[in-house]
């Protein structure tokens, strides 16, 4: 089935440092739609942004995206890293009306 | 415009009760989901609803989970009898469907002893 994997738990990175979150996802779709959720210490998950348009950034608040099919990754990135960014980090594949989550990233900023 | 609402924010129950616990989506919005959210496994999908009708109902989650969406605006996570495992927080979802956003509530957690 459908599935979206995360491969890191914790990245912890020094403020200023670019960010980068993998996210690569399996689908029998060819036209895939995946999202990036962020969730705050004790806040609920928000969209942070998405995308369905193959090798097309997509940025929001300051981080950016692009989806490749052709590697199926969607990975999130940021030039340089805020200590306000620490937080969990889910990629999200669409799939049949529903959001299939990947595992998560946390990351965690130090000054 | 109010945002997703769960109650209550807070549950303990003890091994072998029943619980309920209630969800108030966005108003207007066509799909509603019911997620498990945990360390380990992250969110995992519990129960979908579109437009009312039960669209998934989560797998391996079917035995002792069962989710309901009474009207529109109300659907119940009902989970009977409770196991120690069950401790995790419950997060329910609404969306206008179709790939559009989906917002969260703030979660119910549910530590089970």
């Known amino acids: 089935g459908d599935s979206v994997t995360q491969t890191e738990g914790l990245v912890t990175l020094t403020e200023g440092l670019p960010v980068m979150l993998n996210c690569t996802y399996q689908t029998i779709y060819s036209n895939p739609f995946l999202f990036w959720y962020v969730q705050h210490l004790n806040e609920s998950p928000r969209l942070l942004l998405k995308?369905?348009?193959?090798?097309k950034r997509t940025e929001h608040q300051g981080f950016h995206a692009t989806l490749h099919k052709s590697s199926s990754s969607f990975h999130l990135q940021k030039s340089s890293a805020q200590l306000s960014d620490s937080a969990l980090y889910y990629c999200?594949?669409?799939?049949?009306?529903?959001?299939?989550f990947g595992q998560g990233t946390k990351l965690s900023i130090k000054p | 415009d109010a945002g997703v609402t769960q109650t209550p924010r807070h549950e303990v129950a003890e091994k072998g009760q029943t619980i309920i616990l209630k969800c108030e989506p966005v108003?207007?919005?066509?799909?509603l989901f019911w997620y498990r959210q945990t360390k380990i496994q992250g969110l995992e999908l519990l129960s979908y609803f579109r437009s009312k009708s039960l669209m998934e109902d989560g797998g391996a989650f079917k035995d002792r989970f069962k989710a309901e969406m009474l009207n529109s605006s109300f659907s119940t996570l009902k989970i009977q009898p409770t196991e120690p495992k069950d401790s995790a927080v419950y997060l329910c979802?609404?969306?206008?469907?179709?790939?559009?956003?989906?917002?969260f509530g703030k979660g119910t957690r549910l530590t089970v002893v």
């Open positions: 995308s369905f348009t193959d090798n």
């Open positions: 108003s207007g919005h066509n799909d």
């Open positions: 999200a594949l669409h799939n049949q009306g529903k959001l299939i």
């Open positions: 979802a609404s969306s206008l469907g179709g790939g559009a956003e989906v917002f």
